[in-house]
C-alpha cells in the first residue's frame, strides 16, 4: 500500500476496498521496521492514530467523510498538538506538552486525517540538512548516507520512505522545498498569510508559513484545499476565498510561458547533475506546448543576506520565551535568575540555535537596527520588487532548489 499515493489510497476508502484502521496499522508497523535506519520521527502516536482511524471509518460508513478521512499522515514537530509533545526539535522544548491545537491540526482532525506521530527537524526550524535536531539525525531514504535536506527533513524523508502518505512541514527559507528536492517528493510553501499560523512555534514571524508534502501534485493539492483559509486567531492570514487547489490539475500547459532567471542559471555553483536535471525538465516541458523566456532579478545576489539578518533576528525576540520559567526545561541546581537563565538557556539550545539568537541580538541592540534589520527589510522589497516585475513577462519561473 505504501506505493499508492494519497489519491489513489482516497479512492479505495471510499470505495471500502480497505478501512482506515487497516491503512493506519499498517503505515504504523512501516513506521516500527524502518524508522530505526532512517530518524524520521521524533514522537509516534500509535493509540491516538488508531482511535481517530476508528472514527474515521464511522464517517466512511454513514456517508460524512471528507476526500481526506482516514488518511494517515504525519505533523513536523513544530506545531502544537493537544496533550502530545511539542519539542521542536530542541531538548529545551523535551518536556513540553501543547495545551491547545495548532489550526493547522485543527483542520487535520476536523476533515478526519490521521496522525501517525511527529517528523524530526533541525532544532527550532534552523538548519538546512535536519542534523542540527536535539535528538538524531535524519536520514535520506534514498541513500541513507546522504541528507535528506532540512529543517522538514523528517517531514520529507518519512513520505519518501512510505511511511505516511502525506506530512506537513514548515518553511522559513527553503524547509519545505529543499527537502522535498533532495528526497523526491513535492512540497510547496504556500503564499503568506494562505495558512494559519496558529500554534506554529515561530522561528521568524515574517518569513514562516505552513506547506504540505506529498507523493505527487495531485495529493499536494488534495492537502492545500484541507489546510488553507483564513482564521481570526492569526493577525497575517489572509481573508481570502480559497480556490479549489485541484481545478486545474488537467489544464493544458500549451503556451504557458515559463521565466529562466538567468542568475540562477548564469553561476559555477550549480552541480552537473542538477544542471542536467533542470535541462531535461525543460525539454520535457517544450515537449508539452511551453515557451521559455530569460527574465532577471537583478537584487537575488543579496538575497541570502537579507535572509540571515531577518530570520535570526526575529528569532531572537521570538525565542527569548524559552527561559526555563514558563517554558522549556530549567536548570534547577542555579539559585539567582539570571544563572538560571543562562544556564537553562545553554543546556537546552543547540549551537546553531545559539548563534543565531547572538546573531539576531547585535542587529536588534540599539544602534545596529537601521543599518541591519531595516536594511534587510529595505532590500527585501527590492526582491520582491524583482519578482513582481519578472511575472510581468511569464505565467510561472523554473529553478533548481538547491545547486546540489
Not at 1 to 29: D, G, I, P, W
Not at 288 to 306: M, N
Not at 314 to 328: H, Q, T
Amino acid at each position: 500500500m505504501h506505493n499508492k499515493t494519497l489519491s489513489e489510497l482516497s479512492r479505495a476508502l471510499h470505495q471500502r476496498e480497505c478501512s482506515s484502521v487497516e491503512l493506519t496499522r499498517y503505515f504504523l508497523e512501516r513506521i516500527k521496521t524502518h524508522d530505526t535506519q532512517l530518524n524520521s520521527f521524533i514522537t509516534q502516536t500509535p493509540e491516538l492514530a488508531l482511535a481517530q482511524a476508528k472514527s474515521a471509518d464511522e464517517r466512511l460508513n454513514d456517508g460524512t467523510a471528507h476526500a481526506l478521512t482516514g488518511i494517515p499522515i504525519a505533523h513536523k514537530d513544530i506545531f502544537c498538538t493537544q496533550g502530545v509533545k511539542t519539542s521542536c526539535g530542541s531538548k529545551m522544548l523535551d518536556n513540553f506538552i501543547a495545551p491547545y491545537n495548532a489550526t493547522l491540526v485543527e483542520k487535520c482532525e476536523a476533515v478526519g486525517m490521521v496522525m501517525l506521530g511527529k517528523t524530526n527537524m533541525d532544532e527550532f526550524a534552523m538548519g538546512s540538512t535536519t542534523e542540527n535536531s536535539g535528538f538524531h539525525v535524519t536520514a535520506n531514504p534514498w541513500n541513507t548516507a546522504l541528507s535528506p535536506g532540512g529543517s522538514s527533513g523528517g517531514s520529507a524523508a518519512s513520505v519518501a520512505a512510505g511511511m505516511c502518505l502525506g506530512s506537513l512541514g514548515s518553511d522559513t527559507g527553503g524547509s519545505i522545498r529543499q527537502p522535498a528536492s533532495h528526497c523526491n517528493v513535492v512540497g510547496l510553501k504556500p503564499t503568506y498569510g494562505r495558512v494559519s499560523r496558529y500554534g506554529l512555534v515561530a522561528f521568524a514571524s515574517s518569513l514562516d508559513q505552513i506547506g504540505p508534502l506529498t507523493r505527487n501534485v495531485a495529493d499536494c493539492a488534495l492537502m492545500m484545499n484541507a489546510i488553507s483559509g483564513h482564521d481570526p486567531k492569526d493577525s497575517t492570514s489572509v481573508n481570502q476565498e480559497v480556490p479549489d487547489f485541484t481545478k486545474n490539475l488537467d489544464q493544458s500547459l500549451q503556451g504557458k510561458t515559463i521565466g529562466l532567471p538567468r542568475e540562477y542559471f548564469e553561476t559555477d555553483g550549480i552541480e552537473p547533475d542538477v544542471k542536467r536535471s533542470i535541462d531535461a525538465a525543460i525539454e520535457t516541458l517544450k515537449g508539452l506546448g511551453c515557451r521559455f523566456v530569460d527574465v532577471s532579478l537583478p537584487h537575488k545576489l543579496y538575497a541570502v543576506a537579507v535572509y540571515y539578518v531577518i530570520a535570526p533576528s526575529e528569532a531572537s525576540s521570538n525565542l527569548a520565551r524559552y527561559e526555563g520559567v514558563k517554558y522549556g526545561v530549567r536548570d534547577m541546581e542555579q539559585t539567582e535568575l539570571l544563572d538560571m537563565y543562562t544556564s537553562s538557556r545553554s543546556r537546552g539550545l543547540g549551537l546553531e540555535v545559539q548563534r543565531r539568537i547572538i546573531i539576531g541580538t547585535y542587529a536588534l541592540s540599539s544602534g545596529y537596527y537601521d543599518a541591519y534589520y531595516k536594511k534587510a527589510s529595505q532590500v527585501r522589497t527590492l526582491i520582491i520588487r524583482d519578482f513582481d516585475a519578472a511575472f510581468n513577462s511569464c505565467d510561472l519561473m523554473l529553478s533548481p532548489v538547491s545547486p546540489s
